[in-house]
């Protein structure tokens, strides 16, 4: 047999790797450092605050305390713990969220799919009703008639019910539905599925990136909001706790002589950082909630905001 042809040796690949120009170099470093300053800017607040609770009294009226605790004291943390009536304004503003963002979630998803349909007849008048909205209310006290005749004051109806539905997320969704493959939908249909059925067993899986960031949104709302408790609700067994929190800001004096009472903690140390304590506490749901949906943040305010 012939001796095997001699293999050839592997020629290597050359690579060529483009330079940054000098201009893009300079641009990337001010970037960097810009958005490095814009962190720092927005999280020092929120770590002075931090360390303010954990600080004693003294510290924080002689303006001592800026990044890190001082005079760690931990009396203000017991006297809310021991606080009955934040822990039952915090069961509220959980139970509102939830019911909520539920009611929001169905209203929006649902309105969008509907609007989302070229061919629905006066779609143009309920898309121009929804944006009309966006501009005009009746105001704060045709509202608070409104409200008051419906029978929903000093129920936790008052506070869920009049944000159920964001006009601004609703466009955003009904602009993700429109961008969807029509395909799937007359796919759906000759496999004999109901607009139900599309709606439920396509639509929505598909969904999940602006459903996450719609949900975080509502969530976020009904958590913060305090004004509509103040308006509507006058039983302090209803109401949330940022609603607690407006009212601790106003008398804090009152709220640290119970707090101490029920701890045993000295009144001008809990006066002193109360407020930052119950801050710290009220932010900690939506900080740990926040990282599972930011991945599907951008992604859905970009999805359901450029046109296909």
């Known amino acids: 047999m012939a001796p095997d042809a001699p293999r050839a040796a592997p020629v290597k ?12 170099k300079v ?5 960097m450092v810009l958005l490095v300053l814009m962190c720092a800017v927005m999280l020092y607040p929120f770590i002075m605050l931090l360390a303010q609770s954990f600080s004693s009294a003294g510290a924080i009226n002689a303006g001592k305390v800026s990044l890190f605790p001082v005079g760690f004291n931990l ?42 349909k070229k061919h ?23 509202n608070y008639v409104l409200i008051s005749s419906l029978g929903m004051k000093n129920t936790m109806w008052a506070v869920i019910l009049p944000p159920a539905l964001s006009v601004f997320n609703l466009l955003v969704m009904k602009a993700f539905f429109e961008n969807l493959p029509a395909d799937l939908e007359e796919a759906a249909h000759i496999d004999g599925l109901s607009w139900f059925g599309i709606f439920f067993r396509i639509v929505l899986p598909l969904s999940k990136a602006v459903i996450a960031t719609m949900v975080l949104f509502y969530s976020v709302q009904y ?47 809990i006066n002193a950082n109360i407020q930052s304590v119950t801050m710290i506490l009220i932010l900690i749901p939506i900080l740990c909630v ?19």
Not at 13 to 24: E, P, V
Not at 85 to 101: A, D, E, L, P, Q
Not at 230 to 259: C, H, K, M, W
């Open 120 to 142: 629905l007849k006066g779609r143009g008048l309920l898309v121009g009703i929804a944006v009309f909205t966006m501009f005009f209310n009746g105001g704060i006290v045709p």
């Open 223 to 269: 958590w913060n909001d305090w004004f509509a408790a103040f308006l509507y609700l006058d039983q302090t067994d209803l109401f949330p706790v940022t609603l607690f929190l407006r009212n601790l800001i106003a008398g804090a004096s009152t709220a640290a002589s119970e707090g101490a009472a029920a701890s045993g903690g000295s009144v001008d140390d």
């Open 27 to 31: 641009f990337t470093v001010v970037n």
């Open 75 to 116: 009396d203000t943390y017991r006297a809310v713990a021991n606080n009955n009536s934040f822990w039952r304004s915090y069961g509220n503003t959980v139970v509102y969220t939830v019911i909520g963002t539920t009611i929001a979630m169905v209203l929006t998803t649902t309105y969008a799919f509907v609007l989302s």
């Open 290 to 308: 926040y990282p599972f949906v930011q991945r599907y943040f951008v992604s859905g305010i970009m999805l359901g905001s450029v046109k296909g």
């Open 13 to 24: 690949a050359r690579t060529s790797r483009i330079k940054d120009s000098t201009s893009y």
